[in-house]
């Protein structure tokens, strides 16, 4: 029953919440507009093939950094507004609200990634002359893959936004995870590249690449990342119900 009453008061809470409907708006808007122009200049191509791995990309450069941010700031703006003590205090029990509000966050981002994934789909059909002639759909793993990996890498995101506390460092240093610190810690001299091999965000790709990281199956490492995910929520869960509001 708590936890009931958890998701009804999430879904009450972000529902009133302009930057919520804000942000997830421009999580769809901007990949279709972004999907659309680039479908209208690679449709005067002959035989231009729709590669899924293509569109989830556009999908994932454009879109994700809205879902991003949504997800650390539902956990942040709870101590910003001092939000955090009515949260708390209507559920006895912590970890049932923090679990709703991940929960809830998860849905709606699924909800979110799946209309832009569709939409830029879509887009694509849309200049395809007309037509669907010369478009084919070459794979469609990354479709489904690509929206698991950033769902599952929210865990860790809306985890920082407990820890951290704060919206603009919380949002920052999850951007700068997101698109530069894994990739940019191969520059480290000698240990650079092993470090990448067993970065979190890098092992969840696997799932889309079917290539191992820091073990060589694909499927181990995928686990393994989301595993690290989990623990660094947990830790926000554990931070965030010992800490005085």
């Known amino acids: 029953m708590q936890f009931t009453r958890s998701i009804k008061a999430e879904a009450l ?5 302009p ?16 999907s659309g122009i680039n479908a209208y200049f690679s449709g005067k191509e002959t035989d231009f093939e729709v590669a899924p791995d293509t569109i989830s990309s556009q999908v994932v450069s454009v879109g994700m ?10 956990a942040t703006s709870e101590y910003n507004r001092d939000g955090d003590l009515t949260l708390f205090t209507s559920t006895p029990k912590r970890f049932w609200a923090i679990l709703a509000k991940l929960l809830f966050t998860i849905i709606m981002s699924s909800l979110v990634l799946f ?3 569709v939409g830029a789909f879509a ?8 037509s ?24 860790a995101f809306q985890g920082l936004g407990w820890i951290l506390r704060s919206s ?20 480290i001299p000698k240990i650079g590249q092993t470090i990448y091999e067993w970065m979190p965000l890098n092992n969840l790709s696997t799932l889309v690449s079917q290539q191992g990281s820091a073990v060589d199956n694909w499927g181990v490492s995928f686990m ?3 595993a690290m995910c989990i623990v660094l929520w947990i830790i926000g869960v554990v931070v965030a119900s010992k800490r005085d509001c």
């Open 19 to 34: 930057y919520v409907r804000w942000l997830l708006s421009l999580a769809v808007i901007i990949p279709l507009i972004w």
């Open 115 to 117: 209309i832009a994934t």
């Open 168 to 187: 603009a460092l919380a949002v920052t240093v999850s951007i700068l995870w997101f698109v530069v610190i894994e990739t940019a810690v191969v520059l």
């Open 132 to 155: 669907l002639d010369g478009y084919v759909l070459s794979d469609d793993r990354a479709l489904w893959a690509t929206p698991v990996v950033l769902l599952v890498s929210l865990i």
């Open 224 to 226: 393994y990342g989301a």
């Open 65 to 74: 950094i809205f879902v991003l941010v949504y997800t650390v700031i539902a």
């Open 123 to 130: 887009m694509y059909l849309i200049f395809a002359r007309g």
């Open 13 to 17: 809470k972000q529902a009133a919440s």
